[in-house]
């Protein structure tokens, strides 16, 4: 199956401040790219996705960006609130998650 | 209504006994998955159905079995229950896209 390979595994960063999540893939034909938001004690959540014929996606303070050369593709937050501070997870088309970055968003 | 429905949200077991997680969705998805999540937080996918077809069977123990009696159903059966095996379960399903989860079922093997 496809791996997918998430880093930073912890980010902190200040309120108001972006945060980027970046996760890189192995097979060129991959098309599809979610990320995932994980809240304590619940399942994860869809946020946004992107397919493979764009190099960009945004939806409201979250955006994807892809880089299909590279085979990387990034979460960015703008504008972070507390609010945000969770488990967030990239995975592959196959459904295999990457290791999860834990975001805390100081107030 | 919620999508995607797991039970029982908790179950503690003792070793060597035989346990059940359900999971139904009402989506209309054709594929369904198990995951197992760790105390790391790392998510682990073990099965995946396609249309009550198994199409993903990742390295996990003969003990857990997935059924599926239909394409809005998965249950994992967990034979001789370990230690290890105490984690959360999520179940998800998905079309196409991207996978709405469970609540996950929080599994203590004691």
């Known amino acids: 199956g496809e791996n997918v390979e998430q880093h930073p595994s912890t980010l902190s960063v200040q309120e108001g401040d972006s945060a980027v999540i970046k996760c890189t893939y192995s097979d060129s034909a991959s098309n599809y790219f979610p990320w995932y938001k994980q809240e304590l004690g619940k399942g994860p959540q869809l946020i946004i996705d992107?397919?493979?014929?764009?190099g960009e996606k945004k939806d409201q303070r979250i955006a994807v960006t892809l880089n299909k050369t590279a085979k990387h593709f990034s979460l960015h937050i703008t504008e972070t609130q507390p609010e945000d501070s969770a488990v967030y997870f990239c995975a592959a088309p196959d459904m295999r998650f990457g290791a999860g970055t834990r975001l805390t968003v100081k107030p | 209504d919620t999508a995607v429905s797991q039970t029982p949200k908790y179950l503690v077991t003792q070793m060597g006994n035989d346990k059940s997680i359900k999971c139904e969705q009402n989506l209309g998805h054709d594929t369904m998955y198990w995951y197992k999540q760790d105390s790391k937080k790392f998510l682990k996918i073990m099965f995946s159905?396609?249309?009550?077809?198994?199409?993903i069977n990742e390295t996990v123990p003969n003990r857990f079995s997935p059924k599926s009696p239909d394409k809005a159903h998965l249950n994992l059966h967990i034979n001789s229950l370990e230690l290890g095996d105490s984690a959360v379960y999520f179940c998800?399903?998905?079309?196409?896209?991207?996978?709405?989860f469970g609540q996950g079922t929080r599994l203590t093997v004691v």
């Open positions: 992107i397919r493979s014929n764009v």
């Open positions: 998800a399903s998905s079309q196409g896209t991207g996978a709405f």
């Open positions: 159905y396609n249309n009550k077809e198994l199409i």
